[in-house]
């Protein structure tokens, strides 16, 4: 279970840094969103877990997303523009004994995004491979 304030190191930005958020809602169905603590109204800085469930029997599978937005100014227009990240699963826990192989599959995808080969530090600069990919469109 998350906690409704996220104040101890739970999120850090790219410098490394600390960012805190509290709980603002929780629903509709199985969602739960966190603001950060001192966004500006026209910044919102948004941070949401949820989950869906489909099928049934060994067809179930949970489709469970946690999504970061982030609202800046548009450098030229001054628009409100949207940078969203979110990591999807998608496990057909209906036809599952446990979940190591969906923890594999995390630690894999968490590990691609945060670092280099013999690096062993989670790098929050986004210069891991997979979140350099993501960031500056590299292959």
Known sequence: MTPTSLNT????NAAGSEV????????P???????KIGELPNAEHRLKISHL???SGTEQRRRSQVRLDLTVPGY???QPRVCSF????????????DYSTAKDACAELMSFLAS??????IL???TGYGADALVNGTL
């Not at 280099?116 to 530090?121: A, E, I, P, S």
Request: charged letters at 20%.
């Open 76 to 78: 030229t227009s001054g």
């Open 53 to 55: 469930e489909l099928g």
């Open 124 to 126: 929050y600069d986004c």
């Open 116 to 121: 280099k080969g013999l690096n062993t530090t």
């Open 9 to 12: 190191n739970e999120v850090k």
């Open 29 to 35: 169905g199985r969602t739960v969103t966190w603001a």
């Open 86 to 97: 979110y990591c999807v699963a998608d496990i057909p826990i209906g036809d599952l004994n």
């Open 20 to 27: 805190e958020f509290h709980q603002v809602s929780v629903g």
